[in-house]
């Protein structure tokens, strides 16, 4: 029997201990027109080797494509000796850290990740993560409505140039708890935020306005200004950004005179993997003075009975399992396992290593923009400086481009056709430090072929 | 046996409420909820100005593993909290009558007084919440 | 496990020290000054050799699965299977982009997609949606999926959840988060709920209610088929709450006792890992009459292909809850898992936790312990009290838990239910072998042995771990979150 190890002789002495003649017996409490009569849709059981079989076909059958796509999710490499340490049993069968004595490892590992998130961010304390970027922006938008008092409204403002997911998922997720959100348009040309809109705004109730640095088109927003013009108008300010980005650019704790309220992001490009869009994790760090309107687990340093140093759940009266309808918000964990690659992953690359690796992203996606632009009909939809994504216009339907990429094996962007329709047929490409310059030649020229070809064929 | 003392008032919820000479109303909570709540690490006291309705939520104290509403015994307005809690609030624990109290309101309708607890009934209260 | 501490990280930094070989060289980069980092963030600066290191150290001072028994009343501590874990890791899985083309996905949707096809069939649900993160977020989509199905019949008064009294913290918290308020119901001395009490607040304001089933009390609800019916002549709907379903997993189904939603603890029943808190995974499982509010996306099939299916296909959807599809990585080891067990092997779940809890339940009895319930059958999971012990001995339940540490088993769960006082509650799962469940027992008997010759020396437990008793107080009063906050060091 898989995974039971029980023995025939064995299971008669535990029945005869019980004084239960069966093990159905164990049962007899459940009225017996509930019992299951079949499992129809479940197959036969496969054994350790059939089941490898059959995984290694599922993943050959997607291969591995040649990836210029980002949008939320970036492939970086990742070293040897990060998933080596996570996948530990002591790491990766471990439950949340209740039994403090018994979770060191996990309760300290989790305090020198709030320390370095922190200070990545420029704020003063972390969170022990959410799920991933997304929901930790609703969880953020939640916290702001209940950490400023004085704004009545629940009004959130956001750009359009948020990653529209991150939206929709803080829509789904604040549903039930009457706040609003005001969407602002981007500049054309630009595809930062109309500051103009932002200013249409002065002297209403707001509560947070949200930026993301660099946004979903890869651009620099003028953080400062923005951030300045919330505070005057007694809004707090969310940022939501990339934290690989943060090791060349300036943390949101140091954006305009104050620096933001709260900050919140995926941790993915630090040590996780693609991996189909999970698992990741979020990170939130904030001020100290909105410390117990934060959601999540929260680490803490102390002492124990000698007076030796130890690490302990801190701050739990905010939660679930202590405050029920009135606690902070519904979250039991954290992404204990993604957090521990994140933080051997920053301890091993360092802030040297996270500003190359971010220089060397940025470099090839320059790279990358200079080849595409050279096809004719391609270019770029924004001037401005920009991180390491660019959202190009083609002469052609991306679809069809990215379906003809897929064929040779590229997935070379994402289609913004349907979110910005005024974009035309706009496109979102990525390319981080893994893609070398024989990759970009690549797509290039790929992307010629596929581009002169449809054109021709549309002639 | 937890202290009790006779000149207060109190609610079946813990809180204590002492009517000061100027017609003001202090409020607490009773050395019994201390006591059962254990070592307080914060106390959030309502802001000044505030205006509270009988038996709703006013204050919040929380100890490592327990976090209580404080309700206010009267309405009325919150008139002045004790800011002191914000550092120390281990003066509830030590002297949840004195030190500790939480804040004080105007009360808006003096009738609710009568329906409070005397510390005779609060005593019977405490002592079958023992049981 | 290592009994030696190890400094933080940021004790073994020098500066200019760097794992040179993980990281690409040349480029700089030419940053506005206007968006200029101006100062290094405090990372470590360490070797390869010296982050490994530490962090090995780290990984030691940890009670896990895989080193200890666990027995951890409600979450589902059983052995997590390698190979789920390796076949998830296989390169071509870890380096798809979730937005990837489905032309080059069919693999991995195929997966995904039986996989919603099994845990149907497991639960006796109609659709099956995978994308909440974990079983609170899994209790949100069920919970938003009652109210959206009030709304679409525009019965917009209903905005109550029931909750029992022995309900995890996240029920009421869920409730909260959902705009619901809550209405909680006593249960009865033997553990069932307090029909009476249902059929008082049940009215034209209930929205649903919330039930774990076994209960957290260890026990199996009889009188369901009963509730469901009041609940639902009401005009309320029954929520599942899955973390009890490794207690009845392939033997009776949630869908047959009447429930319309329910939410399921991937990293429980189906064995992914904790991984020290997560990720965890909560899938849902809803009947006919909230299919069309199901959380997006979810995986479709059309002949042959595999697709995601969106807003566009299900246009009542509650929404999105993750940025992409939920915990993708942790679903392929749910469905390796489920692969692996089989047909046969999924009663077998329920069978051997059933056995190894009332096994360990009657040991327990016969030695001189108190069951919380002692006339009913254990789930796969029990509670035993310490009361008498905290009261002629003044040794508590925590005591206790503390104390098995030093005898190298982690501690069941304590203090929760909060219904009964003084409370272990204990789950062994259906993957440990008999000499482990006896040496807990005699472990247990050791500590009251203890506790009546020298109480004091179980009230100071635990002695042979990397920390003693740690001063809650302290953290929570003077609060230190990062290094460097408070000038200590």
């Not at chain 1, 898989?2 to 029945?15: D, N, R």
């Not at chain 2, 709703?56 to 002191?84: H, M, Q, R, T």
Request: glycine share 8%; charged share 20%.
């Amino acid at each position: 029997m898989p995974f039971i190890p029980h023995t025939e002789t064995e299971i008669s002495e535990m029945l005869a201990a019980i004084g239960a003649p069966s093990i159905d017996a164990l049962f007899d409490e459940i009225p017996a027109a509930l019992r299951i009569k079949s499992l129809a849709a479940i197959p036969d059981a496969l054994s350790e080797m059939e089941v490898g079989r059959l995984m290694q076909a599922r993943a050959s059958q997607d291969g591995r494509p040649l990836n210029f796509l980002g949008a939320g999710a970036y492939e970086h490499h990742i070293p040897a000796a990060v998933w080596a340490i996570v996948t530990r049993g002591e790491f990766y069968s471990a439950y949340t850290p209740y039994q403090a004595e018994a979770s060191q490892g996990t309760l300290q590992l989790l305090y020198e990740y709030q320390s370095m998130m922190s200070s990545l961010t420029g704020m003063e304390v972390s969170n022990a993560s959410l799920y991933d970027g997304a929901s930790a922006l609703a969880e953020a938008c939640l916290m702001a409505v209940r950490a400023h008092r004085k704004s009545k409204s629940a009004r959130i403002v956001v750009p359009s140039t948020l990653n529209p997911t991150y939206l929709s998922v803080s829509r789904a997720v604040v549903e039930g708890q009457n706040l609003s959100f005001t969407v602002l348009p981007y500049e054309s040309g630009k595809g930062t935020l109309q500051f103009s809109t932002l200013e249409a705004l002065k002297g209403e109730d707001l509560t947070a306005v949200v930026i993301q640095q660099p946004n979903f088109f890869g651009q620099m927003e003028d953080v400062d200004a923005i951030t300045d013009w919330a505070h005057a108008n007694n809004a707090l300010v969310i940022a939501v950004v990339n934290p690989l980005s943060l090791a060349l650019f300036k943390p949101p704790g140091e954006w305009g005179t104050k620096g933001v309220d709260i900050v919140v992001g995926d941790g993915q490009p630090f040590g996780v993997p693609l991996s189909s869009g999970g698992p990741y994790f979020g990170f939130m760090t904030t001020r100290m003075e909105h410390v117990r309107q934060m959601p999540g687990r929260i680490i803490g340093r102390t002492v124990d009975l000698d007076g030796k140093q130890g690490f302990t759940l801190t701050l739990q009266a905010r939660e679930q399992h202590i405050r029920r309808s009135k606690a902070t918000s519904n979250i039991c964990t954290n992404q204990g396992l993604l957090v521990t690659a994140a933080t051997i992953h920053m301890s091993l690359l360092g802030a040297a290593g996270l500003e190359s690796v971010a220089a060397t992203s940025q470099r090839q996606t320059s790279k990358l923009i200079e080849k595409l632009t050279r096809i004719p009909g391609v270019k770029l939809a924004f001037d401005g400086y920009r991180f390491h994504e660019a959202v190009l216009q083609l002469p052609v339907k991306v679809r069809e481009v990215l379906d003809a990429l897929a064929e040779r094996n590229i997935v070379g962007g994402l289609d913004l056709s349907n979110l910005y329709p005024e974009l035309g047929n706009a496109l979102l490409v990525c390319a981080t430090e893994t893609r070398t310059d024989a990759d970009l030649d690549t797509y290039a020229i790929a992307l010629t072929d596929i581009v002169t070809g449809v054109v021709e064929r549309n002639r | 046996m937890s202290n009790i003392p006779a000149d207060l008032k109190y609610l079946d919820s813990h809180e204590w409420a002492r009517v000061e000479s100027d017609g003001t109303v202090t409020i607490g909570i009773s050395d019994h909820a201390q006591g059962a709540l254990g070592d307080l690490v914060f106390v959030e006291v309502p802001e000044v100005g505030k205006s509270l309705s009988k038996g709703g939520a006013a204050a919040v104290v929380e100890s490592v593993k327990a976090a209580s509403d404080v309700y206010s015994p009267l309405s009325g307005e919150v008139i002045a909290a004790n800011d002191a809690l914000s550092g120390s609030p281990e003066l509830v624990n030590s002297d949840p009558y004195g030190a500790g109290w939480l804040f004080k309101i105007k009360p808006s309708n003096n009738g609710e007084l009568q329906q409070l607890l005397d510390a005779k009934a609060y005593e019977k209260v405490v002592a079958d919440a023992a049981h | 496990m290592s009994h030696i501490s190890e400094p933080l990280i940021f004790k073994h930094s020098r500066t200019g020290r760097s794992a040179v070989g993980q990281y690409p060289q040349g480029a700089t980069a030419q940053v506005p000054e206007k968006f200029r980092r101006r100062k290094r963030a405090a990372l470590p600066e360490v070797s390869e050799l010296q982050a490994v290191r530490h962090f090995t150290r780290l990984s030691q001072l940890n009670f896990s699965i895989d080193t200890h028994f666990y027995p951890l009343g409600s979450c589902t501590m059983k052995y997590n299977p390698r190979a789920c874990n390796a076949f998830a890791m296989l390169p071509e899985f870890l380096g798809r982009h979730p937005l990837a083309p489905d032309s080059v996905s069919q693999g991995f949707l195929a997966c995904l997609y039986e996989l919603q096809e099994m845990l149907k069939d497991v639960t006796g649900m109609k659709g099956v949606s995978l994308t909440p993160m974990a079983g609170a977020q899994g209790e949100f989509a069920g919970v938003a999926m009652i109210r959206a199905y009030h709304k679409a019949r525009n019965d917009l008064e209903r905005t109550e959840i029931i909750v029992p009294d022995a309900a995890h913290g996240t029920n009421p918290a869920t409730a909260t988060m959902c705009g619901c308020t809550v209405v909680e119901i006593p249960s009865l001395p033997n553990g069932d709920i307090d029909i009476d009490a249902l059929k008082g607040a049940l009215g034209p304001k209930t929205a649903g209610i919330m039930l774990t089933n076994p209960s957290t009390l260890g026990v199996f609800e009889r009188r369901i088929q009963e509730v469901a019916k009041l609940v639902h002549d009401a005009g309320g709907l029954l929520y599942y709450d899955g973390a009890n379903l490794n207690a009845i997993l392939g033997k009776v189904r949630p869908g047959d006792m009447g429930f319309d939603v329910i939410h399921m603890n991937l990293h429980k029943t189906f064995s992914t890992p904790h991984g020290g808190g997560g990720p965890g995974s909560g899938a849902v499982g809803v009947g006919q009459r909230l299919l069309p509010f199901l959380p997006i996306p979810t995986v479709g099939k059309d002949g042959d292909n595999y697709r995601w299916l969106d807003e566009k296909d299900v246009p009542q959807t509650i929404g999105r809850l993750s940025a992409f599809m939920g915990n993708a990585g942790v679903l392929l080891r749910a469905y390796v898992y489920m692969r692996m067990l089989g047909r046969e092997g999924m009663h077998r779940v329920a069978e051997f936790s059933a056995l190894n809890a009332n096994y360990l339940l009657a040991r327990l009895k016969k030695a001189g312990f108190d069951a919380a319930y002692p006339e009913r059958r254990a789930s796969h999971e029990f509670i035993i009290t310490m009361k008498r012990q905290a009261k002629e001995l003044g040794v508590n339940a925590m005591d206790f838990a503390k104390r098995l540490l030093d005898y190298g088993y982690h501690a069941p769960t304590t203090y929760f239910p909060l219904l009964v006082p003084e409370c272990l509650l204990i789950e062994p799962t259906e993957t440990e072998a008999k000499e482990e469940l006896d040496g807990f027992v005699d472990a247990l008997i050791a500590i009251q042995a203890e506790a009546e010759q020298d109480a004091a020396k179980v009230k100071g437990a635990p002695y042979t771990l990397p920390v003693r008793r740690l001063d809650d107080v302290r953290a929570a009063k003077q609060l230190d979150l990062t290094y460097g906050m408070r000038s200590t060091e």
